[in-house]
């Protein structure tokens, strides 16, 4: 038991018990042209099969439950778990997947009469959605006020691993950081920075710390109400690397590489040659690696190659290597480098705030269950 969080084996006897499972199969979908969906990745329900499996194997009856996508309180064929249902009965046969718990308004406000429909006729619950568990939402935080409760196998794992990056990582801890916006990532930026001894910024956000030093950026995106933020994380002097050179297109629309400074009407799409090596170096020589986060638009091939170059650095690095969920963990499947990672979270989201504060609503809830001792 990681600190009073109950484990499977905390549930006793699960046989001939019914056992609420909240999962998170929100799986990315899409759309075929004779209207159905198709799920084009299904690491999520793949990840929640221990759990599953370990329950059946002991006699329990598993009810899983899920939310997918964000419909508004209400019915929508567009987010049915139809296709998750489909995939399920091929992966673990015989377990009930319930509705999309966010067609219930009651999900998301965490409503009291939600909380008592979700668990009728259930006897156990089991937490293994550690993608939301950073929503305080009905089926998250609800059934464990009642009902004996645990954490699944990977809701156990995320969390063990990630604590452990938070509290002892092995040193050099290098964080490697990208994606559009450090407005979304400033808590962790500021808890990282207390704890790695580098802290490298790709991805667009690099842009906003660029423009704090006063350097020219060009028609670049960046968020122009975080540089003074930017400026202040620069100014204490904690070890921020960031790219010595940019690939993006010039005024013409034209692929170009420039150096630290972007020319009027240039747009940065990618970190270049120069930073994708040094930032391959720093991952190569750490003992800890956590990546958050693209390097660039890797979704258009001319500006790919900076986050492919990081992709490969964590294949290759000797360091106990997590990659925090999301697009990274997208971009790491597209280029098939997936199975060379020590953990890939299954949460974007709920993997920052667990390191952000070490803590998770969703855990809280469990803490809280009957059968832990108090
Ligand atoms: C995710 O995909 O990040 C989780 O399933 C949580 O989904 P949400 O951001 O819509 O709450
Ligand atoms: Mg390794």
Not at 11 to 23: P, Q
Not at 26 to 53: Q, W, Y
Not at 168 to 182: D, E
Not at 336 to 342: Q, V
């Amino acid at each position: 038991m990681i600190e009073r969080l109950p484990t499977l084996e905390d549930l006793g006897d699960v046989s001939g018990r019914t056992v609420l499972v909240r999962t998170d199969f929100n799986v990315p979908l899409e759309s075929l042209p004779d209207g159905t969906r198709r799920i084009t990745d299904d690491f999520r329900i793949r990840a929640a099969l221990p759990t599953i499996e370990w329950l059946g194997e002991r006699g329990a009856t598993v009810v899983c439950a899920s939310h997918l996508g964000r419909p508004k309180g209400a019915p929508d064929p567009r987010y049915s778990m139809d296709p998750v249902a489909a995939r399920l009965a091929e992966l673990a046969p015989g377990v009930r997947l319930l509705e999309n718990l966010r067609f219930d308004p009651g999900e998301e406000k965490n409503d009291p009469d939600f909380v008592s429909r979700l668990v009728r006729g259930v006897d156990l619950y089991v937490d293994d959605a550690f993608g939301a568990a950073h929503r305080a939402h009905a089926s998250i935080v609800g059934p464990p006020r009642t009902l004996p409760s645990a954490m699944g196998r990977l809701l156990q794992r995320e969390v063990e691993v990630l604590l452990e990056l938070r509290r002892r990582p092995k040193h050099p801890f290098v964080a490697v950081l990208g994606g559009s916006k450090i407005s979304d990532k400033l808590g962790v930026v500021e808890a990282l920075l207390e704890v790695v001894d580098s802290l490298v910024i790709g991805g667009a956000m690099c842009f906003t710390f660029m423009a704090a030093q006063g350097l020219p950026i060009g028609d670049s995106l960046f968020e122009p109400d975080q540089v003074e933020t930017c400026r202040r994380l620069l100014s204490t002097g904690k070890p921020i690397l960031l790219p010595e050179d940019i690939t993006g297109v010039d005024e013409n629309g034209n692929y170009a590489t420039f150096g630290r400074r972007l020319p009027p009407g240039a747009m940065g799409f990618d970190i270049g040659p120069g930073s994708a090596a040094a930032f391959s170096d720093a991952i190569m020589d750490a003992r800890t690696v956590f990546w958050n986060g693209p390097m660039g638009m890797f979704e258009d091939d001319r500006f790919a190659s900076g986050t492919r170059t990081v992709a490969q650095a964590m294949a290759d690095t000797k360091a106990f290597t997590v990659v925090g969920g999301g697009d990274s963990a997208a971009a790491l499947a597209q280029f098939g480098l997936d199975d060379r990672i020590d953990h890939v979270s299954t949460g974007g989201g709920a993997s920052l705030e667990l390191l952000e504060l070490g803590d998770l609503p969703g855990l809280e809830a469990l803490r809280g269950a009957p059968n832990v001792g108090h």
